[in-house]
């Protein structure tokens, strides 16, 4: 019905940068918000950034200035450009998008994806 596809991640020392994507598909009638969280062994997910369709972004406090999330309404895909990692940012990422299925009038679903591992070596 509708998938949430990530890409990227990997290893990368400290100081080092990565950039996450992430691609929805299938029976979308409009996306509402689409963010990242993310999960560290032994820790809650946390969510770390957000990006609406009217553009604006928020993020958590411990990744301003650092990580930039950016939205491509035509491709319905969102990007998480993280710049100087810490060995804290270490977790799995996942994708999060509120979505309404086309044929369900306004009511919103929430949609995850798989996750991919982010790992900063110190």
């Known amino acids: 019905q509708v998938q949430l596809v990530e890409s990227g991640g990997g290893l990368v020392q400290a100081g080092g940068s990565q950039r996450l994507s992430c691609a929805a598909s299938g029976s979308i009638f409009y996306i509402n918000v689409m963010d990242w969280y993310r999960q560290a062994p032994g820790k809650q997910r946390e969510w770390v950034a957000a990006?609406?369709?009217?553009?604006?972004?928020t993020y958590v406090e411990s990744v301003k200035g650092r990580f930039t999330i950016s939205r491509d309404n035509a491709k319905n895909s969102v990007d998480l450009q993280m710049n100087d990692l810490k060995p804290e940012d270490t977790a799995v990422y996942y994708c999060?998008?509120?979505?309404?299925?086309?044929?369900?009038?306004?009511?919103?679903?929430?949609?995850w994806g798989r996750g991919t591992q982010v790992t900063v070596s110190s």
């Open positions: 999060h998008a509120s979505i309404i299925v086309l044929g369900e009038a306004s009511r919103s679903r929430d949609f």
């Open positions: 990006a609406f369709t009217s553009g604006s972004t």
